[in-house]
């Protein structure tokens, strides 16, 4: 008999599934949702609605798998292919994972800077490598848990001050409720829309989250790390990345208010005629922590993923090499003073072609008669639900590539 969710151990999971929220409401999401608004008004509202969706699906599936085998989707996709070609698989899906991360963490690092610098008026230099050193110890003594309720608590914070300035957006409910529902394909828009996918589904997280969940002590598996079932799970990510899409949405209502280009502080500027001169500093303090919890979670989501993929073993050599990796790519970027808005842009947009290459193989994992039980593999539905964001992903991902080599 599946057990009862109390009110405990219900917000416990909410809590520990925010830090998908965390991974994919950084200064990506800051940028390309405030852009959207700014540039289009409500027309890629939509986009932020099937992402969010989107997210929940996949990162679902991705969680029963390791609630019903033990294992990780990583684990799961090189016993599916086994030899040669289950290790050049696996080779190849970290690469893109890496790539990814390493991407990412660039514009991670980039946003945190530019909020300290907005705070603090110190050179960009300094703060750079004051954040890269704090990013390192803490992820060379961190658990995942105690990361993951900590990075939850700053972004729903940060995301909070976006939702009360959302409200003074010059919108009615009828407008709103038609643009959250209803595509539009707005000229010079696929590189935004491509952008708004990538980085609410965030490919890594997949495997990130995968790895993290506990076992369920109803399912298949059993033992002292068996904490969570299929309910509380469900539970968890649902209101986790519905709660992380409507800080989306709202810094994408925040973006109407801007006037001319988007700039960092032009949106300072919204949050200062809105709550007063004080919320500037509100605006640099909610930039670093965006930042700077996705400057944690890149590049312990990249080592996660070769030791799920690779078999290597956790906080081994090899293991730390690849989350340094990640954070020396975040902070060369840095150290370059790189102009972050178009660097972050172009970031969410590689991860949205990434992301329907690794979808496919967790559509798969998820289907799989000979690892999965019974009520664990994919209904028809969620099959479709699944196939759809494969579908449309690929589909603007494509079309971006056509764009950039025609």
């Not at 956790?314 to 990796?325: C, E, G, P």
Request: hydrophobic share 55%; net charge positive.
């Amino acid at each position: 008999m599946p057990k009862s969710l109390s009110l405990r151990s219900g917000l416990g999971s909410i809590l520990f599934w925010s830090v998908i929220s965390a991974a994919f409401i950084g200064p990506g999401s800051v940028t390309t949702c405030a852009i959207a608004g700014s540039q289009y008004g409500l027309d890629l509202l939509w986009v932020l609605t099937f992402a969010t969706l989107g997210t929940v699906w996949l990162q679902e599936a991705a969680a029963r798998i390791t609630i019903a085998t033990g294992q990780d989707l990583g684990q799961i996709i090189t016993q599916t292919y086994a030899g040669q070609r289950g290790r050049a698989i696996a080779w190849i899906l970290f690469i893109a994972v890496f790539l990814g991360c390493a991407a990412y963490q660039a514009g991670n690092i980039l946003g945190a800077v530019t909020g300290l610098a907005l705070l603090t008026g110190l050179p960009v230099p300094t703060l750079t490598v004051g954040l890269g050193f704090v990013c390192i110890v803490l992820l060379w003594i961190g658990s995942t848990q105690g990361l993951a309720n900590f990075l939850g608590l700053a972004v729903f914070v940060m995301g909070g001050a976006f939702v009360y300035v959302a409200f003074g957006a010059p919108v009615n409910a009828v407008d709103l409720t038609k643009a959250l529902v209803v595509p539009a394909f707005p000229s010079g828009s696929i590189l935004l829309i491509n952008g708004l996918i990538g980085t609410t589904i965030v490919p890594y997280n997949l495997f990130f989250g995968s790895s993290i969940v506990p076992a369920s002590d109803n399912g298949p598996t059993t033992g002292e790390s068996a904490t969570q079932s299929l309910g509380e799970m469900r539970l968890g990510i649902w209101i986790a990345v519905v709660l992380g899409g409507i800080i989306s949405v709202a810094l994408l209502l925040a973006g109407l208010l801007i006037t001319g280009d988007f700039s960092y502080p032009h949106m300072a500027e919204v949050l200062s005629n809105r709550l007063g001169p004080w919320a500037s500093s509100l605006f640099g303090l909610g930039l670093f922590a965006a930042g700077f919890a996705s400057s944690l979670t890149a590049p312990l989501a990249a080592a996660i993923t070769a030791k799920s993929l690779l078999g290597i073993k956790a906080n081994s050599v090899s293991y730390r090499t690849v989350w340094m990796l990640v954070m020396a790519t975040g902070l060369t970027f840095g150290l370059l003073n790189a102009t972050p808005i178009p660097i972050i842009v172009a970031v969410q947009a590689i991860n949205g072609i990434l992301l329907p290459f690794v979808t496919v193989f967790l559509l798969l994992a998820v289907n799989n008669r000979k690892l999965l039980p019974d009520g664990y593999r994919n209904t028809g539905l969620q099959n479709v639900a699944m196939g759809l964001v494969v579908l449309v992903t690929a589909f603007f991902g494509l079309r971006n590539l056509w764009l950039v080599f025609q």
